[in-house]
């Protein structure tokens, strides 16, 4: 079992569950990738014992929901939370497939009063602005609902349950839209959030909900999706699983391939729930047998494979005398990093764009996360593309500054060097 595991009955320690969270249905373990750090809880001097909780994702063989066998306690992984949305081209791009396809369904006018939980520092809900009548910004991270206070984003301080949603309908009214971007797998009980949205969305309103979708993450092998914070790993199974238990209907859906693949979910409360769009229905038929442990073979040996694989090239190339760094540190860097054993001694630094995290550490591996201008100062021969999610993007950005030397490396679907 488990390793760090204390105790007899695994069942019994807290933070622990192999029952399914969302129908009560067994569960299988599809990987256990051990113990690992908090994915974003970026050490200020390398450590060598730092502090490590189980990693290991299940599936619920009943409803299909995958799930982390053990959910580490809120306040512990959120209060020093460090993620601040980056400005991007593709980000801007999909805020705007977002609020097409939004409007196409008469979600989104002129008339909506929109309300983002887990907005972060705002971004979409700036995007969003001048497109409709209000936007509110939800959000428990303190230095980043302050930041999006101070950038002209109204945006509440609080974890987004039942209480705080009566809180903010009785000062500003109900609203029409309710968005969940990426963060709906970051609570062990979803549902309460759900118990939230029914006191603030209006009857006839829209719920979306964004997440990375498990069927992309399986079939590419992006393991590295998998870290504390993403407590589900989502499908359209899951989802509806979980909002018809609270009285809505998953009414569409629609898939990006941003981020390695995300799925769009519509979802309005059942009365209005209306009939389910043919997309949806075609994309659910894609599903297939994921609540089978048969359907994760491929998935788990690919892992194996890729983790050999670019244990191999790196050692290969460092041989030569060729200097790698990684590029971008992301949560998923985290998970990466560790789960491959590629520490500060092979991969010493990581770049990122990101202000906050520069001059800080990669839990447990110790990479030292540099800037984009000190990179490009003295550029690596090799850069393992951790943020693998923005791939051209990134290469056309360091190109342009005048770096034509530096080649990205891919951790999956295969290993492999970048063509640009
Ligand atoms: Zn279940």
């Not at 593709?90 to 939004?102: E, G, K, N, Q, R």
């Not at 979600?107 to 939980?117: C, F, K, Q």
């Not at 560790?338 to 995290?357: M, W």
Request: hydrophobic content about 40%; charged content about 20%; proline content about 5%.
């Amino acid at each position: 079992m488990t390793s760090g595991m204390t105790g007899n009955n695994p069942t019994r320690q807290e933070g622990w569950q192999f029952d399914c969270r969302v129908c009560g249905g067994e569960t299988f373990c599809v990987i256990d990738l051990g113990n690992h750090p908090f994915a974003n809880a970026l050490l200020s001097a390398p450590e060598n014992h730092v502090k490590r909780y189980p990693l290991a994702l299940h599936v619920c063989a009943s409803c299909a929901t995958a799930q982390l066998s053990y959910c580490a306690n809120d306040h512990e992984l959120y209060d020093d939370y460090l993620y601040i949305t980056p400005r991007s081209d593709s980000l801007t791009v999909h805020y705007a497939h977002i609020a097409d396809f939004l409007a196409s369904r008469g979600a989104l006018g002129p008339h909506t009063r929109v309300a983002e939980i887990g907005s972060n520092i705002g971004r979409l809900l700036e995007f969003l602005q001048p497109r409709v009548a209000s936007i509110l910004g939800i959000d428990p991270a303190a230095n980043v609902a302050q930041m999006a206070n101070e950038a002209g984003i109204p945006t509440v301080n609080a974890f987004f349950n039942r209480e705080s949603a009566i809180d903010i309908r009785e000062r500003e009214g109900q609203k029409d839209l309710m968005l969940a971007r990426h963060c709906f797998a970051h609570n062990e009980k979803p549902w309460l959030m759900l118990e939230g949205v029914r006191e603030l969305l209006a009857p006839e309103g829209t719920l979306l909900i964004e997440n990375a979708y498990f069927l992309d993450t399986v079939a590419r092998g992006e393991f590295d999706q998998i870290y504390h914070e993403h407590m589900y790993y989502h499908t359209l199974r899951s989802i509806s699983a979980i909002v018809e238990r609270q009285g809505m209907t998953l009414v569409d859906a629609y898939h990006s391939d941003i981020h390695g693949g995300t799925m769009v979910y519509i979802i309005r409360f059942a009365e209005a729930a209306g009939p389910i769009s043919p997309r949806l229905q075609e994309l659910l038929a894609k599903e297939g047998d994921m609540h089978r442990p048969a359907f994760y073979t491929a998935f788990t040996r690919q892992i194996e494979q890729n983790k050999v694989d670019l244990n191999t090239l790196l050692d290969g190339l460092l041989v030569q005398g060729q200097r790698i760094h990684a590029y971008g540190a992301s949560a998923k860097s985290t998970t990466l990093l560790n789960y491959y054993g590629l520490d500060a001694q092979r991969i010493p630094c990581v770049v990122d764009s990101t202000p906050e995290k520069q001059g800080k550490y990669i839990p447990q591996v110790n990479c030292r996360i540099i800037s984009e201008e000190a990179a490009l100062a003295d550029p690596a021969d090799y850069y393992l593309l951790t943020i693998w999610n923005y791939k051209d993007e990134v290469i056309r950005k360091v190109r342009s500054r005048g770096n034509q030397h530096s080649r990205f490396i891919l951790p999956h679907p295969e290993v492999q060097i970048a063509d640009a």
